[in-house]
């Protein structure tokens, strides 16, 4: 375990007292949120994206010595464990590594090697590797080894089994193939060519080649892609050359011998048939597997930016699920997310009943006061805005629209948490909800979907789907707790991504809610059914009660630490009804004179948890979202035809991928501005300059109406 702790401190460049007591923190059942902001003191202060890191490195290292510990004990069980292979297993700090040593020692098929063994013909392929014999027959050294009985018929028969038997045993060489391995990955290229002659998205690919040390990770999962749809051949050619030679200077004796080129024969045999197939399969599943995990990081970091998108608090909203023949799929939703109406309207072909649909639009908004119009971005969704365009200008109300991305609304309308959430309502009905609720707040609704069903990633389908489900799971739980959930208003699927809280547990918390009314403080959670003193501990800082008899319930600040906070406030001349009506402003002033190492020891915190305290009590019930700016709405249409190269327009970031990002600019139709527009500087990542959501100045380049397709520039804006 200490070897594991130091790796883990070496890899990640922390110290190893962070390592080992984060290390006990997560073994002892403590969620990553939790530790996170809770415990920064035992940590040194290791952020929630970091402690993941380490906790995925922490299980591949573990992981790392179970096989470890198996392959030694399999080669012990053969009597074959020398000092040798005791050693290089001890050394290996790959699984790679670990496999390469195993190979020789593991139960194989039926081989053309090991029929040769059966044939009796070891002892002659280890007379021939030997290279002793400088004069005499190859022929008459294999003599001895013919045995009709046993299918060798000739000494020509016997030489060949034995080279196949040589061939093996170079192949099943650790250190050869690591060597192997890392020429090819350095000096090889990645070759792919048509494999059908007809337009299809992976046409820069159909006369392509590229190092494999260089290729980028999109173009990786994009070639896969190509290959696995019929598209594309791939191959890797390495340099071959080179690598025989480097395996012949290290199996070809200098000195002369009669079996000099029986050895040469099947140190190539050894390389073309077993060796390049294997090495070939090896980095490319390598690629492969780095290529989905940097997918995997845009594809979380993406998520994270879109589930801490500013919500449109204190607004009625009217949503709408456009469609052609079954119409526009209407619901009005209260400021708090209340259904006030559900209904369905045609303004779209093939009914065209738009002057119909604009009075009920217009009633709706009179009622109920709508103020902003969620469009769902969907099939007749252009339509839909033109249509809801012509409304808003007609009535002069100052009422705004936003096309919200419906990603997901079809699938969340569908599942069982849908029906159970609005078992009256259609499916189509309740799609329209869920435009209307995403915009008012993103995250709550948001987190009822599957992540992968968001639209935020690039080649999702084709990545490891346990570990994508792992990360972005990680990704929602580590936002919900960032922002806090109200414990009397939140839904179970809210709740259930709140450090410690199970989906059984938060279906308890609702259960008692109904029964018994609201929480009136965090301590009435220990009267719900399966939640304990560990689970309260995990969960209970991140829920909030707005409007609890203690204001520390609607604030961040844990439990566990309420003394100090009061005996802080006592120290510094405050109460907690200073709080509540935000009479603290020289309270920073006041620690400052006393100075924050002494108030922390006087109160009985760390100072990382003293600085936390000191920020929520400044602001309590604070949303982190609304210090980010507020999502752009849209008062009337601008069609893709008025774009002109040159124009400058605001815009919305809704994706970002390895080679850009795709901006929202209002014509329904994203426009790219690729990594090389993104700024004046070179940039290796997009993420280094745009995030999903971040609002952004864009200049047009390009507009490809055949295609549909918009080059934009974020340089000099």
């Known amino acids: 375990m200490s070897d594991i702790l130091l790796r883990l401190a070496s890899q990640l460049n922390i110290k190893r007292s962070q390592v080992e007591n984060t290390v006990k923190l997560i073994d002892d059942g403590n969620t990553i949120p939790f530790i996170a902001r809770y415990r920064k003191e035992v940590t040194g202060g290791l952020d929630d994206q970091q402690l993941r890191e380490l906790f995925d490195r922490l299980t591949y290292l573990r992981n790392l010595e179970q096989r470890r510990e198996e392959v030694r004990r399999l080669i012990e069980s053969q009597d074959k464990l020398s000092g040798e292979v005791e050693e290089a297993l001890s050394k290996a700090e790959t699984l790679q590594e670990i496999e390469d040593i195993y190979r020789p020692f593991k139960p194989k098929r039926r081989t053309r090697a090991s029929i040769a063994r059966e044939k009796g ?15 005499g027959d190859a022929a008459e050294v294999a003599a001895p080894y013919i045995d009709e009985e046993k299918g060798v018929n000739s000494a020509e028969e016997a030489i060949a089994g034995a080279l196949d038997i040589i061939a093996e045993m170079i192949s099943d060489n650790a250190e050869y193939r690591k060597a192997i391995r890392e020429m090819t990955f350095r000096e090889g290229m990645l070759v792919t060519s048509a494999k059908k002659d007809e337009d299809s998205p992976y046409q820069m690919y159909y006369d392509f080649k590229e190092p494999v040390v260089r290729i980028a990770p999109h173009r990786v999962l994009a070639i896969n892609r190509g290959e696995r749809e019929g ?14 030679d480097w395996l012949k200077s290290r199996s070809v004796l200098k000195d002369a011998s009669i079996f000099k080129t029986y050895v040469e024969r099947a140190v190539e045999d050894a390389y073309s048939r077993l060796i390049k197939p294997s090495i070939e399969n090896e980095i490319r599943s390598s690629l492969t597997e780095t290529a989905s995990e940097q997918a995997i990081k845009v594809f ?11 919500p449109v608090k204190g607004k009625v909203v009217l949503g709408m699920d456009p469609a052609y023949r079954t119409g526009v799929k209407l619901a009005v939703v209260s400021e708090t997310g209340k259904v006030l109406y559900t209904g369905v309207i045609y303004p779209t072909p093939p009914q065209n009943r738009t002057e119909e649909a604009g009075k009920v639009v217009k009633t709706l908004i009179e009622k109920y006061g709508v103020e902003v119009i969620a469009i769902g971005n969907g099939t007749a969704s252009r339509e839909t805005e033109i249509f809801t365009a012509g409304v808003i200008r007609e009535m002069n109300r100052g009422v705004k629209y936003m096309v919200v991305s419906e990603a997901g609304a079809s699938v969340y309308s569908a599942s069982k948490l849908g029906t159970d959430e609005f078992p009256d309502l259609d499916a189509s009905l309740r799609s329209a909800v869920s435009i209307a609720r995403r915009l008012q707040d993103p995250l709550a609704e948001l987190v009822k979907i599957d992540p992968k069903a968001i639209g935020v990633g690039q080649y999702q389908h084709d990545m490891n789907q346990k570990r994508l489900g792992q990360t972005l799971a990680g990704v929602v739980e580590d936002c919900v707790n960032s922002v806090g959930v109200d414990l009397n208003t939140a839904s179970a699927a809210l709740l259930s991504h709140v450090a410690g809280i199970n989906a059984t547990i938060a279906q308890n918390i609702v259960v008692w809610r109904e029964e018994n009314g609201s929480f009136k403080s965090r301590k009435e959670l220990l009267k719900v059914s399966k939640l304990g003193a560990k689970t309260f501990e995990q969960c209970a800082g991140f829920l909030r009660i707005p409007g609890a008899k203690n204001i520390l319930d609607n604030t961040s600040v844990h439990p566990e630490s309420y003394e100090g906070c009061e005996k802080l406030l006592k120290l510094t001349g405050h109460t907690l009804e200073d709080v509540a009506e935000r009479r603290l402003a020289d309270i920073q002033k006041k620690v400052s004179e006393i100075g924050i190492e002494e108030v922390a020891q006087k109160i009985g915190v760390g100072v990382p948890t003293l600085a936390d305290i000191l920020r929520e009590l400044m602001k309590p019930g604070r949303d982190p979202r609304d210090e980010l700016p507020p999502p752009l709405m849209s008062e009337d249409i601008m069609e893709m035809e008025d774009l002109k190269p040159g124009m400058v327009l605001n815009g919305t970031v809704r994706n970002v991928v390895d080679f850009g990002a795709f901006v929202d600019i209002g014509v329904h139709q994203d426009g790219l501005v690729h990594i090389s527009e ?23 380049l390009d507009v490809d109406l055949k295609r549909k397709r918009i080059s934009l520039s974020m340089k000099n804006m």
């Open 121 to 135: 013909l070891e002892p002659l392929a280890t007379v021939i590797y030997a290279q002793n014999q400088k004069t």
């Open 231 to 244: 598209y594309l051949s791939v191959k890797l050619d390495p340099p071959e050359e080179r690598i025989l």
């Open 300 to 310: 979380a970091e993406n998520l994270r930016n879109l589930l801490l998108q500013p």
């Open 678 to 700: 993104l700024c004046d500087r070179f940039v290796r990542n997009a993420m280094e300059v745009v995030s999903v959501g971040d609002i952004v100045k864009v200049r047009v």
